[in-house]
């Protein structure tokens, strides 16, 4: 059971292929390790032991008959608390929703089930997904497993995906990313996390925090497994229009085997513009650089456009216009539990000008056109993901913008982009993020997987001995 879950979700579907795995010893495994480990982790707000159970014994059966399944079937999964499952609580973090119960189901939801895949449970995020630092002071932080003694931001808002997937809680979970929260909580835990284009995977029964710069994403420990999640998630869905313009690939084929990356070109932001990062995280980035050239892709520093880093103004007009909107029928009710900063960011959206949010839209269009016309020679764009290794709790101030200084970008372009562990800087992960253009899901995947195949980053874990772990 031990070895079970080391293995990826890759990894898993061959052994359940060759007979050598059972979807039964599967989940068992991972229920067992929840039941020992996340109480001191928190990342799951409830967890579907039964019906995980039931449905591990029901795609075995389903096996046995010697017809086709798919490569996910009979694998588990676990989802953000914010992709709803009709008759299943949903939270959306909140403790004032900790009795909702969802009357419709995500697409997400949806496909994942529809490929055979086994939800283990609902994991822990920030309330209403408004937070890059993991802080949620009235359902509890989940805990960053590279450092049991002190407790360490989780990363937000999708804070118990990535708990749960560097901890082996779970082989792979869901976030999702308004400016960051697939990429933020994979950086500080040390795990790979996709940022999808905006409308590649419909929204469709998801509790939204911007309609504007919302996207789902895959949080595994290997590209393989974000390219599998997201060839089961990405399509068409009528209830979710922005899904109908897009291309449709096979993403696991891109990542099948060795892949070669010569010839790509890759753009580097002037090292003057990452002056306030981590020395630690500048050195990986700088390593990243060195390594996807020694891979054979072209490596070109570019002059990036002087708003490129300082988009905040911008992303806060648009996301808490759109948050406020959604949540201002309660959000002023003092007697309703809810979390000062999240509560205070809310309320902000009221004081936006008249005006204001429709000129930031149409700056944001500008924007994207001119961006994608300035690296139309190049395949993707190398940053680091965050500016630093994970804070100690104590020390945040839950309103600091500092984790989204590197990712809020790519959802304000349109990009999507890749989360890749790139080392360790005194025990604790760092990332280096690959973004590419819109619907270059692709590319991203091919680059991070020459990346991953060449460090093996992907492949350290936190030593959780000291839970039985």
């Known amino acids: ?46 967890v579907y032991r039964n019906e995980a159970r039931a449905l591990a014994d029901a795609a075995d059966t ?28 949903g939270t959306g973090g909140s403790k004032a929703w900790e009795k909702r119960v969802a009357t419709e189901t995500s697409a997400t939801a949806e496909r994942l089930l529809a490929a055979g895949m086994i939800p283990l449970g609902k994991l822990h995020m920030v309330e209403w997904a408004y937070g890059g630092w993991g802080t949620n002071p009235l359902m509890g932080a989940p805990w960053n497993p590279w450092d049991l003694k002190t407790h360490r931001a989780p990363g ?31 950086a500080f835990n040390g795990i790979v996390g996709l940022k999808v284009t905006f409308g590649r995977i419909s929204l469709h029964g998801t509790l939204l925090l911007s309609w504007t710069l919302d996207s789902i994403g895959p949080m595994a420990r290997s590209v393989e497994d974000c390219a599998l999640l997201l060839n089961a998630l990405a399509g068409p869905d009528p209830r979710d229009s922005i899904t109908l313009h897009q291309p449709l690939e096979d993403f696991a084929a ?27 995280v500048t050195a990986a980035w700088r390593q990243a650089a060195k390594t996807l050239e020694g891979l054979g892709a072209r490596v ?113 372009l349109g990009l999507c982009g890749l989360a890749m562990p790139a080392g360790l800087s005194g025990g604790l992960p760092v990332s280096v993020q690959i973004l590419g253009k819109p619907y270059a899901e692709a590319t991203v995947l091919k680059l991070g997987k020459a990346f991953q195949d060449a460090t093996g980053f992907h492949k350290a874990k936190p030593n959780l001995e000291a839970i039985g772990l």
């Open 300 to 412: 070109e520093t570019v002059r990036l456009p002087e708003w490129f880093f300082n988009v905040m103004s911008s992303t806060t007009a648009i996301s808490g216009s759109e948050a406020f909107a959604l949540h201002k029928d309660y959000i002023d009710d003092m007697k309703l539990p809810i979390g000062p900063a999240v509560r205070a960011r809310i309320q902000n959206g009221r004081t936006i000008a008249p005006g204001a949010y429709a000129a930031e839209l149409r700056l944001m269009a500008e924007r994207r056109r001119a961006f994608v016309e300035q690296l139309r020679y190049h395949d993707a764009l190398l940053l680091p993901t965050v500016p630093i290794p994970a804070a100690p709790l104590a020390e945040i101030d839950e309103m600091a913008p500092i984790p989204p200084l590197y990712t809020r970008v790519g959802n304000y």
């Open 1 to 46: 059971m031990s070895d079970i879950i080391e293995l990826t979700l890759a990894e898993l579907s061959a052994g359940l292929a060759a007979r050598q795995l059972s979807s039964r010893q599967i989940v068992d495994a991972f229920l067992a390790r929840i039941d020992k480990g996340d109480a001191k982790l928190h990342s799951f707000v409830e």
């Open 156 to 186: 937000g808002s999708s804070s118990g995906t990535g708990v749960a997937v560097a901890a082996r809680l779970a082989p792979a979970g869901i976030g999702s990313d308004t400016g960051g929260s697939v990429r933020i909580p994979s």
């Open 254 to 280: 891109a990542v099948r085997g060795p892949v070669d990356v010569r010839g790509m070109r890759v753009a580097l932001p002037g090292e003057s513009a990452l002056s306030s990062t981590h020395a630690d």
């Open 62 to 89: 389903a096996r046995a008959t010697g017809l086709p399944t798919g490569p996910l079937h009979g694998l588990p999964i676990a989802l953000k608390d914010l992709c709803d499952i009709a008759g299943r609580v």
